[in-house]
């Protein structure tokens, strides 16, 4: 769904994710949650490697969330990907029911990297969703 906007710049392809969901709803931010990436580990369908995208990361990134509508493992997932569309991981499931649910209904779920840690010989990545209210300010 996003492709068109990762062929743009960076800043273009954020701002045109973010046209996408209606700003009434957006107005009020509840309070942030931070969450570990799960599926850092794995490489991307098209080969790509998520470590070597994740060494790529800046502190404070701006990263896009999409429904995976065609994940055969979990008809909520969603895809963390950065700014530019290379897919760093899913949301961790249990988060990813309430996120998915909120994408759909065009409520807005900002998402941008905290932290990112060795575990072992591995990268693992927190990010921090700022929900917004699903009420429409008037």
Known sequence: MFN???KKGAKAALKKYQEQFDERKSKVKLQ???TLLAGVRYDN???S???KIIGKLKLGEDLILERDTE???DDAAVKVCRVGGEQIGFLDMDIAVEINARLKEGSRVDAKVT???YIGKFKEV???LQK???RIKS
């Open 4 to 6: 068109s906007f990762f």
């Open 32 to 34: 942030p949650v931070k």
């Open 45 to 47: 369908e098209d080969g």
């Open 49 to 51: 490697s998520r470590q």
């Open 71 to 73: 994940n055969k493992f």
């Open 115 to 117: 932290s990112i840690n």
């Open 126 to 128: 927190e990010i921090q």
């Open 132 to 134: 917004h209210s699903r």
